[in-house]
Every structure is written in C-alpha cells, then in structure tokens.
C-alpha cells in the first residue's frame, strides 16, 4: 500500500510515512477553511463598512462577546477532539465513539443555554460596551440574529474539531466553502436595498431587503446554521474513524464528561480570560470616539488573516501530538510539536512582513473612510513587529492542548493580557496621548511576552507527561 493510501485512511501514526508530508495533509485543509471563515467576517465588515462608521462600530461593540462566547465552544471542542483523537491513538475506537455521541449530546445544552442567555442581555450590552446612541440599536439586532442560531454555531465548531482530530480535514473545508457562498449570497440581498445595477454595460434592478447591519448578521446566521447541520450529518455519514451510529448509548456519561471538563475547563478560562482582557480594552478604545473604535475593530479584522498559516499547523499539532501520546509514543509527539512549532512560526514571520507592507490596502477592503484607513493602518503596522512571537504561542498552544497541558496556555494568557496588555493600554491611553496607538503598542507587548513564555514551556518538555 502507497504512502498516499495510507494517510487517505487516516493512519496519522505510520512511521512509514514522512511526518511533515503528514502535518502538511492535515494543515493545509485547515488552512484555507481558516481563510474561509476569515473571508464571512471579511465580506461582513466590508459590506457594512459600506454603511458608514457608526454600522461598522455596531458590529465591533460585539465583537469581543462573540468572541468571548465562542472561546467557550472552543473549549469544549478541545475537551472532546483531543480525547476522541488520544482514544483514536490507542485504538480503542469504540469508546472514541462514545466521546462523540457525547459531544452532541453536550453541544444542544450548551447552545441552547448560551442562546437564552444572549438573547436576555442582548439589548442592554451595548449601553454596558460604552456604545454611541447611534450604535447601539444596531449592535442589539446584530446580537439577537448572531445568538438566536448558537446551538448549530457550537455544533459547526465541535464538530469540526471532532473531524478534524479523527483526520479528516476535508469534510470541514467542504462545508466551509459552501457557508461563505451562502453567506455572501445573503449579504448581498439582505444587507442592501432595492436597486440599480449596471454590471457590463448593461442595466437591472437587484431585489434588496434594505436591513443593514442585521441584514449581515441574519446572513450568517443562516449560513452558520446549514454549515452546522451539514458537519452534524457527516459524523453519521463520513467514513473516518470516530464515525458513528444512532445505536449505541445516548445517555450522558458523567465520567467521561468530566475528563472532557478537565481538558476543557482551562481553555475555557484562557478564552474568557482574553476575551473579558478584549472586552475591557474595546470599552477603552470605545471611549476615544467612533473613528477610533471603528479603526480598532477593522484593524483587528484585517490583522486576522495573518493567524490563518499558523492556526492550520496549531490544529494538525493538536491532533497528531494527542495520536501520539495516546499510542504512548513521546518521541514521535516531541517530533510533530516541533515540526509544526517550527512551520507555522515561519509563515506568521512572512505574514506580518506582508501585514507591514499592504496594511493601507487592507484597510481599503473595510472602509472608504478616509481617517479610518489612516489610524488602522497606522495600528496594523505597530502589530506587525509581533507576528512571529504571536505564531509562536499559537503553534506551542496547539502542542500543548494536544498534550493535555490546557493549565499552560491558561496561565500564559492571564500574563500577557492582565499584567502586561491591560495595564499598558490603559497607561498608554489615558496619561501619553497616544490614543489607539497607545493600546496596540500594549497589544504587541502581550505577544511578545506571550511568545517567549510559550517557547520556554516547549522547550522544558514537561508537557509530555501532562497526561499522567
């Protein structure tokens, strides 16, 4: 049987096989979903950046609770991909098998929970934000569409991880793609109203709900919701190892779920950790005037494709150090944690070189706004010089979840958001008269610091016995 044959059949762990021709079957998939998504948040904020300051500020005084919100599927999604590819490791696949039936079973609670709850608090959280009058009434509808759908937004992350850690990477990107083309088909006729087009010449009216910032947000709700439905079907349908049957146990399995609890409990806090550090420095920023915050949330899209090479080597990381370990092979974890250290960091370095350069241009896509295109760029290219430190931690991050080490990522993010970027920011903003530039100088500080901490940690090896 051929090398390609046997990765096609998910064999992660064949030493026959070159390991970097492994982590590159796995990363590259993940690498262009990551672009995927980036581009649904792209097409949004460039359509709405259409509307004018105040509907891209409508959507950014959210955007640190959805982000918030989704570290907490997140964590869950690591508590269950590692444990079902650790199991897949050691080939007891009946019992990967449970951890899936049990992440379903999680996911409808979870989502269903975080949905009631968003939808309660929905409408006083901008004025919480610090929002302008003229924000705030959009900012609660984006919210209310964004969290109606929670339960098959949770399921597209879960179940992606869960894919994903099995080794099927394909299936993700699949119904990634089809979510974009969804997405930007609904921005297109829900966020603008009834008008003329003249595409070659030519001359038609294009129907148009005319719903504006809700328009972007019910768009990806709908998306979100086909894409979740679709990953939820393919743990029945695709054949990859953990793939499983409605027979079989559903009832919930207070064991399991707390081995998924210790491995999710601390991603969990590392996500709330950054995002509460996110939300206090969006009321920060908030308070320099809507140029500003609008500047602020745009320059942090745009910074977002740069995490996208890393973020496919930190998954294919996750997986395949947890395959090894579960096969109790130390040697062949270290080999992968460094390989894939080593890759991703290399292409966040070319990322912030090209971050650097085309960062006006990027800025461009979003907005027409002349001061908006100028302070972004000016805060994009502050966050450039910490590209590689951000790699960094992302790859080791990835290493250690798939360790079972979720404490350290935990303790390093408390560090780099609470001690360093947050005190800064607010030094920064409030006593030098540096405004946006003040609070992302202290942003490049926390990544840095966060960067040299995640490296010491790798190289001290302690994270291969993590497990116990």
């Known amino acids: ?33 990551q672009i ?23 959507v950014a005084v959210n955007t640190s609770t959805i982000w918030l919100l989704n570290g907490l599927m997140n964590a869950a999604a690591v508590g269950f991909s590692v444990l079902v590819a650790r199991e897949i490791g050691a080939g007891n696949l009946a019992h990967a098998r449970d951890v899936v039936r ?19 608090i929905a409408g006083a959280l901008p004025y919480w934000m610090g929002a302008a009058v003229d924000v705030a009434p ?15 937004t949770m399921g597209m992350i879960v179940f992606s991880a869960i894919l994903r850690s099995s080794g099927d990477t394909r299936t993700p990107l699949l119904f990634n793609l ?51 439905i679709c ?21 919930f399995d207070s064991g399991l779920l707390k081995t998924v609890a210790r491995l999710g409990t601390p991603v969990a806090l590392e996500r709330a950790t950054l995002s509460f550090g996110q939300i206090a420095l969006t009321k920060l920023v908030a308070g320099l005037g809507t140029v500003s915050l609008a500047s602020h949330h745009l320059a942090n899209t745009a910074e977002s494709i740069t995490y996208l ?10 997986t395949l150090v947890a395959q090894s370990l579960g096969n109790r092979d130390k040697e062949l974890a270290k080999r992968y944690g460094k390989l894939c250290t080593v890759y991703g960091t290399a292409l966040m370095t070319a990322m912030g070189i090209l971050l650097y350069v085309f960062a006006p241009s990027l800025m461009r896509v979003f907005t027409k706004d002349t001061a908006v295109i100028e302070l972004g760029a000016k805060v994009l290219r502050i966050e450039a010089f910490a590209e590689p430190f951000f790699g960094l931690s992302m790859l080791v991050f ?18 780099g958001m609470w001690i360093v970027r947050l005190p800064l920011a607010w030094i920064l903003v409030s006593f030098t008269g540096l405004g946006l530039a003040g609070a992302w100088i202290a942003m490049m500080s926390d990544l840095v610091v966060r960067g040299i901490c995640c490296l010491w940690r790798f190289r001290s090896g302690r994270w291969l016995n993590a497990w116990g």
């Open 1 to 33: 049987m051929s090398s390609r044959q046997r990765i096609s059949q998910f064999n992660l762990l064949d030493k026959n096989v070159s390991p970097k021709r492994i982590i590159w079957y796995l990363a590259w998939p993940t690498i262009i979903e």
């Open 36 to 58: 995927l998504q980036s581009m649904v948040q792209y097409v949004d904020s460039a359509m709405v950046g259409a509307l004018g300051a105040a509907a891209t500020a409508a």
């Open 102 to 120: 049990q992440s379903i079973l999680s996911t409808v609670i979870m989502g269903l929970t975080l949905s009631v709850a968003m939808q309660l």
């Open 138 to 152: 959009n900012a609660v509808t984006y919210m209310r569409y964004i969290s109606a759908v929670f339960p098959f």
């Open 178 to 228: 089809l979510t974009n083309i969804l997405n930007i088909i609904g921005n297109f006729l829900l966020i603008f109203p009834t008008r003329r087009l003249h595409p070659g010449g030519g001359s038609f009216i294009m129907w148009g709900a005319g719903m504006g910032v809700g328009g972007a947000a019910l768009s990806s709700a709908i998306a979100t919701s086909f894409s979740g």
């Open 231 to 251: 990953l939820f079907i393919a743990l029945f349908v695709k054949d990859h190892p953990a793939r499983i049957s409605w027979k079989g146990d559903w009832k």
């Open 309 to 318: 090479p890393p973020s496919g080597f930190s998954t294919a990381a996750t």
């Open 398 to 415: 990835g290493v250690l979840r798939g360790a079972g080490d979720t404490k350290g990522p935990f303790l390093i993010s408390i560090l």
